[in-house]
């Protein structure tokens, strides 16, 4: 698996890598997800789109996260599938569209209430890009 889960005092936090940037947006998700203990139901299958943009990369995947976690509570609705892509361009904003596919939930272990910026760094590897980001549960 592409994210693990790192041991943190009060909140979750986890180490997610990837070869590049969309991937990593995709990994953390789904690391998400699965720190959650999320399950979906077979059917409906249900589809969305997300569109955000943030002064830097860093803040557009909190934005990015944050609108799923929307989707969790508002909704209870997760995705297990997504089509990411990002647009960075040098002195304007960063910009983030994805397809997102998924289902009603059937079961969650624990909430994740927010996705905070603390220690929060997208670097990259000689092998692609990693992060640790910390969520507050």
């Known amino acids: 698996m592409p994210f693990k889960e790192l041991d943190h005092t009060a909140d979750w936090s986890m180490h997610v890598w990837a070869r590049n940037l969309n991937q990593l947006f995709i990994d953390a998700c789904k690391g ?12 409906p299958r249900i589809e969305k789109k997300i569109t955000a943009s943030a002064p830097d990369i860093d803040g557009l995947l ?25 647009t960075l361009l040098e002195n304007q904003p960063c910009r983030l569209s994805a397809d997102l596919s998924g289902a009603p939930i059937l079961k969650i272990g624990k909430v994740i209430k927010a996705v905070t910026y603390h220690n929060l760094h997208i670097q990259p590897t000689k092998d692609g890009y990693e992060l640790i980001i910390v969520f507050d549960v």
């Open 32 to 43: 998400m997800n699965d720190l959650s203990g999320i399950s979906l139901v077979r059917e």
């Open 62 to 86: 909190v934005s990015f996260l944050s609108d799923i976690i929307y989707f969790i509570e508002k909704d209870h609705l997760a995705f297990d599938h997504f089509a990411v892509k990002l």
